[in-house]
């Protein structure tokens, strides 16, 4: 009888896209999701809900006391401004969904973000052409307004796209990430008010006590902060490739029956001349 050969087997590698990152529907880990991967999503956040509600907490004052704004242009512009943060994550959701993926989009977006915080720290730093005038020149209001577009559409690939990119961290054919990925909820939603707290609290207190730069300063820390967090997790990262966002599988649709319609109307004319 010859000796039964041993069959070698190669363990079976996490399936990866094109760039090389981990997708879903590899391997289960063996590790906790919530313990291992999630927390630099967490922190991610926390930071960067530190960061813009460290801002926009007290931008009315600052608008109104520092560069001498009148309070009702102050308040429009305000609300302007946290309008367009809702809108611009439109943007993002179709970047993600579409082209880039969540983990490309939140990380370009966060630069941008940050790039933002610098420049609005760098409207307080500039000096005033007359020392004795109340208002701000227009540099300095042109270097804020720029700094709030740029922040707006920053947080635009930011915001939809966190939660969603936490939760690909699961399987769900998994039981112990079944159940870890109801308490990642939980966790993400105290860590946007743990920030927002530290914001109204300790910020606000900078801004008005110390010095309105370095209060700008801190949240522009955050944020560094938060992407050098979100980026020290990339190894550990599950991955879902883009396809086609919702959005624009929706605007097809439409196009497609407006276009219907307006091929039936041309018909009908046709016939009736």
Known sequence: MGIPRKHHTKPRKVDEDMEGLPLLGGPARKKSTLLTVCPYILGNELCERLAYYGLATNLVTYITQVMGGDPAFAAILVALFEGVCYTTPIIGALLADSLWGRYKTIFVFSTIYLLGILMLTASSMIPDADEDADKANPLQFGVLFGSLAVISLGTGGIKPNVSAFGADQFDETDPQDSKEKQSFFN????????????????????????????????????????????????????????????????????????????DMDEDACDRTM
């Open 187 to 262: 966790w993400f939603y105290l860590a946007i008010n743990v920030g927002s707290l530290i914001a109204g609290t300790v910020i606000v207190y900078i801004q008005d006590s110390v010095s309105w730069t370095i209060g700008f300063a801190v949240p522009g820390c955050a944020m560094a902060l938060a992407i050098v967090l979100f980026w020290a997790g990339s190894p550990g990262y599950r991955h879902v490739l883009p396809t086609e966002s919702p959005m624009a599988r929706v605007a097809k649709v439409v196009w497609a029956a407006l276009k219907n319609r307006y």
